[in-house]
C-alpha cells in the first residue's frame, strides 16, 4: 500500500518540482551548515563589542545569499530547467570542490542555486540577452553576470564541424584563448575570443554549457561554447581535471559538437539530457603529428 502510494505521488504533476525543490533546499543547507561549522559567524561573535573582520563579513554575506536560495525554492513554483537526476550528478561535483571556480553559460531559475552552492568561490554566468538578464538581476542583484554576443549561427554547424581541421588556428596545437596572431588571417571561427577578460584569467574547475540557444537555425548554437570549454580545459595548468557538463545532449548538434571536441573517452556520466565529462589537461609534448593535430 506504501509503495503504490508513493508510485502514485510521483505521477502528480507537482511531485517533480517538490522533489526537485527539496533537494535544492537540502542541499542549500548542507552547504550553509558545513559553512557556520568553519566559520567564526556565531551569535556570540555577532554580538560582541569586537568589530566583525573582513572574513566574518564576508561569511555573513555568503550565508545571507544561501538563505535567500532557500527561501526562494521553498516557496517558488518555478524549479531549474534541469531534471532532478540531471541536478543531481551537477550538485554531487559541486560540492566535492567547491569553493572553485564556476562558469556558466546561460542564466535561468537555476542560477541562484549554482551560486548559492559554491560559498567562497566564484561563479559566474554568461548570458546572450540583455532583457533576460536585468530580469534576473531585479529579483537575485548578487549573481555575478556578463551580457555576451555569439558570433555564430546553429544553421552554420555542420560547415564549421567539416572545415576546422582544414584552418591551423583551430587545431590543438596552435590554440590561443586570449585572441589570435594578428599575422594570422585566418582565426578561428569556433573559438571565443570576445568573452569579458576575467573568463580568460581565471582557470575554471567546473563548466556549465547550458546556453546560448540553440533550437532554430538563426539562433547562435552552442558550437563555440563547446569548443572553448574544451580549449580552456586542455590549457589548464592547475592541479586535477575540468569538469564540463553539456545539457540538451538530445539535439544533433549538442551531441555531435561534445563528441567532436570534449571527446567520448572522456564521459563519465550520463543521465537524461546531460553529459558529464572529466578532461584532463593537453600534454606538454603535444606534436603536430600525433595529439596536436586532434582533440581525441
Not at 536560495?69 to 530547467?81: F, G, L, R
Not at 536585468?134 to 544553421?155: A, E, F, G, I
Not at 564549421?160 to 596552435?174: A, D, E, G, M, Q
Amino acid at each position: 500500500m506504501k509503495n503504490k502510494k508513493s508510485t502514485h505521488l510521483l505521477n502528480k504533476p507537482y511531485a517533480l518540482p517538490i522533489l526537485t525543490a527539496t533537494l535544492i533546499i537540502a542541499a542549500l543547507l548542507t552547504t550553509t551548515i558545513t559553512l557556520t561549522r568553519n566559520s567564526p559567524l556565531l551569535c556570540s561573535s555577532i554580538n560582541s563589542n569586537s568589530p566583525p573582520s573582513e572574513e566574518t563579513n564576508y561569511d555573513h554575506e555568503t550565508m545571507k545569499s544561501q538563505m535567500q536560495a532557500i527561501v526562494h525554492y521553498a516557496t517558488s513554483e518555478i524549479v531549474p530547467q534541469q531534471s532532478l537526476k540531471e541536478i543531481t550528478i551537477s550538485l554531487n561535483v559541486l560540492q566535492s570542490l567547491y569553493p572553485c571556480n564556476f562558469l556558466v553559460y546561460g542564466l535561468g531559475y537555476d542560477s541562484i542555486m549554482w551560486s548559492s552552492l559554491n560559498p567562497k568561490g566564484t561563479t559566474l554566468f554568461l548570458e546572450e540577452d540583455p532583457i533576460w538578464v536585468q530580469t534576473v538581476l531585479k529579483d537575485s542583484p548578487n549573481l555575478h553576470v556578463h551580457t555576451v554576443h555569439y558570433p555564430t549561427r546553429l544553421s552554420e554547424a555542420d560547415q564549421l564541424l567539416s572545415i576546422y581541421k582544414t584552418i591551423p588556428s583551430c587545431l590543438p596545437l596552435n590554440l590561443n584563448l586570449k585572441g589570435r596572431d594578428p599575422k594570422d588571417q585566418s582565426p578561428c571561427p569556433l573559438l571565443l575570443t570576445s568573452l569579458p577578460e576575467e573568463v580568460y584569467e581565471r582557470e575554471w574547475d567546473l563548466i556549465m554549457i547550458d546556453a546560448p540557444r540553440g533550437y532554430f537555425s538563426e539562433a547562435p548554437g552552442r558550437m563555440g561554447a563547446i569548443f572553448t570549454a574544451a580549449a580552456m580545459a586542455r590549457a589548464r595548468t592547475r592541479p586535477g581535471k575540468t569538469h564540463v557538463f553539456v545539457h540538451d545532449v538530445n539535439r544533433r548538434v549538442e551531441k555531435m559538437f561534445a563528441l567532436e571536441f570534449l571527446c567520448r573517452k572522456y564521459l563519465v556520466e550520463a543521465v537524461g539530457r546531460l553529459w558529464h565529462f572529466e578532461i584532463p589537461p593537453a600534454p606538454a609534448n603535444l606534436s603536430q603529428g600525433g595529439t596536436g593535430a586532434t582533440f581525441c
